[in-house]
């Protein structure tokens, strides 16, 4: 069983289900950025402004690809996957906020 802690880690590791069509979704495991209250309320105003690949880049610190975790590889996963952005902010605030999904 895991201990809270007032002072989480900075970073946490979750599956974001990356929708594949006509195979169904794929799970890629990103490790996101911690946020606390008050700075996913400033986050989610400032992510009205920013592409899909943006949202990824500022919220995240690496993913379990093959690919490099950058910028350009981020556009590439939203460009060709195109409800991966949708997915990642789904998955990242369900984290955030303790939401589990059954499997």
Excluded: H, Q
């Excluded at 590791?13 to 069509?21: G, I, L, S």
């Excluded at 995240?60 to 981020?74: K, P, S």
């Excluded at 949708?86 to 499997?103: A, I, P, Q, S």
């Amino acid at each position: 069983m895991a201990k809270l802690k007032l002072n989480p880690e900075p970073t946490f590791k979750a599956d974001v289900p990356v929708p594949v069509p006509g195979a169904g979704p794929v799970k890629v495991k990103f490790t996101f950025k911690w946020r606390k209250r008050d700075e996913i309320v400033d986050w989610l105003e400032s992510a009205k402004d920013m592409t899909d690949a943006e949202i990824i880049m500022d919220s995240a610190i690496g993913w379990e690809l093959d690919d490099e975790f950058n910028a350009e590889n981020a556009e590439r996963l939203c460009n060709t996957y195109t409800g991966a952005g949708r997915e990642f902010v789904n998955t990242y605030l369900d984290e955030l906020r303790g939401v589990r999904t059954k499997n």
